[in-house]
Structures are given as C-alpha cells and as structure tokens.
C-alpha cells in the first residue's frame, strides 16, 4: 500500500522537477512513510502538519513550493470531506463578526512581541517592504511607509485612520515624518500595548476596536495587511465604514494581499495554525464590495518584493531563534519556518499578489497622480 501511495504522490510531482529522497535542494526526504498516506488523505494540511511532526524535510522550502505552485498541483487533487466542510462553513457563517473579528488577533498577533521584535525590522512591519530601491528590510519598510503617505498626499496636521495598525510603525511614522495626527484600531491586545509605547508623546492613539465600530471623520483612511482578515461576507460593510469615515477629499489607501480568483476560505494548514478565519480577496471581489462607494484612482501590483520580504523575515527569526526557543519549542520553530516560507514560495510563483489600491468618494478635482 505505500508503494502505491509513494506512487501516487511521485505522480502528482511529475513535471515539477521535485522528486522524492531527491538531492536537489528543492526535493523532499521522507523520515517516515506515513507520510504519503497523511497527504493523500489530508492535502495541505496533512503536508503542513506532517512537516511540523519531522516526518519529512527539504532544505529549501521556499524553492519547493514555488515549483508546486507554479505547477499548480492542487488542480489534481480532490479535496478531502474536511475540507468541504470547511467551505459549507465558510458559505452558512459570518466567520469574522462580533467576537469572531478578536479571533486572529488572539490566535496570532497576540503570540509574544518577542517573536515578532526577532522577526521583523526595527518599526516592526509586518506587511510587505517596498524594495524599488531598498537594500535591507529597514530601507524597505521605511520606503514603503513613505510610499504609503505619499499616495494618500499627507500634509501636516492631517488626521488619519489605521485600519490594522498592528505595532503602530505607520501612525508613529505619520507623526514624526509628516506631522500627521493617527488613529489605529488593532483587534490586538498585544500590539496595543507595545504600540502606545512606540508611540508615546506622538499624536497617536492606539485603540482595541473592531473597523465597524469607529464612525468619525478623517482626511485620510490607510488599511496594511488587514483586510486578508476581514472575510467576504464582510467586504460590503468594510467598505461602507471606510466610506463614512474618509473626507470628500480624502484618499484611501487599501494594501491588501490578493489572488487570481476569487475565493471563500483560505488554505486549510495556514487557516488552522497561522491566520483562523482569514482569506484572500480576488480583484473582481474586491471592486464589487466598493462599487458606488469609491472612484478608482490606481491599482499598483508589487507582489513579487513579498517574497523579498518573508525571505528576510525567515533570515531574522532563525538567526535570532536561541534568544526564542525555550518559550517557543522545536514545534513552533518547524511551523513557523513553513509558514514564512511557503508563502515566499507562493508570491515567488506569483500564485499571490501584493495590491496598494487608491480610493477617492467622487474623484479629485484635477485628478490623481500616481506615485511609485
């Protein structure tokens, strides 16, 4: 029967260039033959978990999964009942409203700032860098912040909403390089917490709010990496706030990563041990939640710099790992390792994008100018 298994993976490989017990750095070694049947009967999830147990390894997990990706394997595997479970889920339940929308801050931005202060660069990012021009992930992320407030033309005095602050690197960098007043709404305790630190004696303020509760006027409106989390049956209403929030001549500026189709759930290892309840939107989602509501103004895609980014993300928590390993164990090290890399893996195969979106109510007067 494993011959068989064995057999039927081998297949789903072909053409790949990945092979089983191979020597390329991209190929796969199997510690235990479970492995195969794990796989067969749970797709990713079973890849994923069987990796965190140590039953198989490869050197280069970034480089794999860009090759499965490209590929497209997942086209010839049928999903599993639970993963059609999953989706009759996703259809029949509002999966992030009310308390639901804490969910993936307790689950992952609440892990430690230890991790994420080892992980990240020095305004603690954690969204993709802008790398045009950028030489390390400091330059990066710094020049993806400015990039951010010239897009929405901040001025001096402007106040601005953070939907998604996370550790407030955007409201703090607002404030000391552009003299903005920011409000951010994290649904994270932790991230509170140390983004009122960073941004003591700035005018910032930092609150534990879900989006749908703010209802109060701003110049500007910017959203990083957070509307992955807001769910589909959500778009509407995130869009509706955004509306009612942001000045007739405002600018908002939605960062979001995106994908080619559309879709209601979200891969089945990165939904159960990464981000509960999160998806990724789909171009033709996204312009129907705001139809009526806001004026394309640009539509800039920078997906491949994602990768550049996790890659170095990956780099920082393994170099910094024995300053992390007694609070987090082996387990978490082998899953976090997959996470960042299979998703370097999946922006490198540009099976997902990275979208900077520009937004206006009714247009503004004399146009707008796109900036890169």
């Known amino acids: 029967m494993t011959n068989k298994l064995k057999s039927r993976i081998e ?29 067969i009967a749970e797709g990713s999830l079973g890849l994923g978990e069987s990796y965190m147990d140590g039953w198989w390894d490869c050197p280069a997990l970034d480089q794999m999964f860009a090759r499965l990706l490209r590929d497209d394997i997942r086209a010839n595997i049928k999903p599993s009942l639970s993963a059609i479970a999953d989706a009759i889920k996703a259809h029949t339940v509002n999966l992030q409203k009310g308390a639901r929308a804490y969910k993936i801050g307790q689950a992952h931005y609440d892990l ?38 010239k897009k929405i033309g901040l001025k001096q005095g402007q106040k601005v909403l953070d939907i998604g602050c996370g ?43 879900d989006y749908r509760d703010v209802n109060e006027p701003f110049d500007h409106i910017i959203s990083l990496g957070m509307f992955e989390h807001v769910g589909y049956k959500n778009y509407r209403t995130y869009f509706e706030v955004a509306n009612r929030c942001l000045k007739n001549d405002g600018v908002f500026l939605l960062h979001t990563i995106g994908g080619s189709v559309p879709t209601i759930t979200v891969d089945r290892w990165i939904s159960k041990y990464i981000f509960p309840n999160s998806m990724i939107p789909s171009a033709s989602q996204i312009t129907k939640a705001y139809e009526g509501l806001f004026v394309l103004e640009d539509w800039h895609n920078f997906g491949p710099y994602y990768d550049n980014t996790l890659m170095a993300w990956q780099h920082n928590f393994e170099h910094n790992w024995n300053s992390l390993k007694d609070t987090y164990g082996e387990r978490f090290h082998r899953m976090w390792n997959y996470y960042l890399l299979c998703c370097a893996g999946s922006f490198r195969a540009r099976d997902n994008q990275l979208w900077q979106i520009a937004l206006t109510k009714k247009g503004l007067i004399g146009g707008y100018a796109s900036i890169r």
């Open 11 to 39: 297949n789903l490989l072909e053409g790949t260039g990945i092979t089983i017990n191979g020597k390329n750095p991209w190929d796969i070694t199997v510690h235990d033959e479970r492995f195969y049947a794990r796989v």
């Open 167 to 209: 550790w407030g690197s955007f409201a703090k960098f607002a404030a000391e390089k552009y003299g903005a007043t920011v409000v951010g709404v994290t649904v994270s305790k932790e991230q509170v917490d140390l983004a009122r630190e960073m941004c003591k004696g700035l005018p910032v303020e930092i609150r534990l709010q």
């Open 112 to 149: 430690g700032n230890d991790l994420y202060t080892a992980m990240l660069d020095k305004r603690l990012v954690y969204t993709c860098g802008y790398w045009k021009d950028a030489k390390n992930l400091d330059d990066a992320q710094e020049a993806k912040l400015d990039l951010v407030c």
